[in-house]
């Protein structure tokens, strides 16, 4: 795997390193010694897909408070989708801002979201499947979300949303 970090601290964009033969390919997507050697947590509780009908699906965004503080690492199976991470670490030097890549079943990339930042999504395709590994259990009081057109971090969407939860879509604006 190759790990490549991102303008904000802690963030990377993860590709994997296939090795081909006459069947096709096999690849890690997964290394407790590569993560560790990188510093990043290594921890899973969980393992999560979301699927997603429609092209302009927004999801997020999303993240947990303490004490369930929670990293992902989040891989596009099938589909594509633009793979948002807002940092919202207040001491970070990257506070407030944002990163953004093209996940899809196709490249293989993943994104390793730490603690502390927030993460949404949108498809870029119909029938769209995303994979998350997170390092904390879901706490539902401890589940928490920005607006996804919120003022305070203008982040540029590639399409128009055509699909969002309810939820999602009535965050307040940030504020901390």
Same mark, same amino acid.
Not at 96 to 118: D, F, Q
């Given at each position: 795997?190759?790990?490549?970090?991102?303008?904000?601290?802690?963030?990377?964009?993860?590709?994997?390193?296939?090795?081909?033969?006459?069947?096709?390919?096999?690849?890690? +997507?997964?290394?407790?010694?590569?993560?560790?050697?990188?510093?990043?947590?290594?921890?899973?509780?969980?393992?999560?897909?979301?699927?997603?009908?429609?092209?302009?699906?927004?999801?997020?965004?999303? +993240?947990?408070?303490?004490?369930?503080?929670?990293?992902?690492?989040?891989?596009?199976?099938?589909?594509?989708?633009?793979?948002?991470?807002?940092?919202?670490?207040?001491?970070?030097?990257?506070?407030?801002?944002?990163?953004?890549?093209?996940?899809?079943?196709?490249?293989?990339?993943?994104? +390793?979201?730490?603690?502390?930042?927030?993460?949404?999504?949108?498809?870029?395709?119909?029938?769209?499947?995303?994979? +998350?590994?997170?390092?904390?259990?879901?706490?539902?009081?401890?589940?928490?979300?920005?607006?996804?057109?919120?003022?305070?971090?203008?982040?540029?969407?590639?399409?128009?949303?055509?699909?969002?939860?309810?939820?999602?879509?009535?965050?307040?604006?940030?504020?901390?």
């Amino acid at each position: 795997m190759t790990f490549n970090e991102t303008k904000l601290p802690g963030v990377f964009e993860i590709s994997v390193e296939p090795h081909y033969d006459e069947r096709g390919f096999f690849a890690r +997507y997964w290394c407790q010694e590569e993560f560790e050697k990188v510093g990043l947590n290594t921890r899973i509780a969980q393992c999560s897909v979301s699927f997603n009908a429609l092209k302009g699906t927004l999801r997020g965004i999303h +993240y947990q408070t303490a004490p369930f503080l929670e990293t992902k690492m989040v891989r596009c199976t099938k589909g594509a989708i633009y793979d948002v991470v807002v940092d919202l670490r207040p001491n970070s030097p990257s506070f407030k801002e944002w990163i953004a890549v093209v996940l899809t079943s196709a490249n293989r990339h993943m994104v +390793y979201v730490p603690e502390g930042c927030g993460h949404g999504l949108m498809t870029l395709e119909d029938q769209t499947e995303v994979s +998350y590994q997170i390092s904390e259990f879901y706490n539902p009081e401890s589940a928490r979300g920005v607006r996804w057109d919120d003022p305070a971090f203008q982040i540029s969407w590639p399409e128009a949303v055509e699909v969002i939860s309810e939820r999602d879509r009535k965050y307040p604006n940030f504020e901390f």
